[in-house]
């Protein structure tokens, strides 16, 4: 099993910026994708960001443009940096690893225990 610990989480101001970091260790397979996830009150966790290992980036609509997710291999970690922020982006940010195929993502059932994000108006 793959453990996911995420961190750098914070309260900022609208139109701020914001780094949060995903760490893995464990069993980490490759080829692999890794994302983010958040998860706003009364919410689904929606998938915002993914990476494959080889390079590979998808983001959602609502942070296009705005969001840079980022890899480093060597440290099993996943970065997600947040520009212009809005209080729409407050959720609690989750990190999560799959294996590609050539349609689809299949993501593991098992997640950290997130970071908050917290964007005041």
């Known amino acids: 099993q793959v453990q996911l610990v995420e961190s750098g989480g914070g309260l900022v101001q609208a139109g701020g910026s914001l780094e949060i970091s995903c760490a893995a260790s464990?069993?980490?397979?490759?080829?692999?994708?890794m994302g983010w996830y958040r998860q706003a009150p009364r919410k689904q966790r929606e998938l915002v960001a993914s990476?494959?290992?080889?390079?590979?980036?998808k983001y959602a609509d609502s942070v296009k443009g705005r969001f840079t997710i980022s890899r480093d291999n060597a440290k099993n970690t996943v970065y997600l940096v947040m520009s212009s922020l809005k209080p729409d982006d407050t959720a609690t940010y989750y990190c999560r690893i799959g294996r590609p195929t050539t349609i689809t993502t299949i993501w593991s059932n098992s997640w950290g225990q997130g970071t908050q994000v917290t964007i005041s108006s």
């Open positions: 990476m494959s290992s080889g390079g590979t980036t």
């Open positions: 464990g069993s980490i397979f490759r080829p692999n994708v």
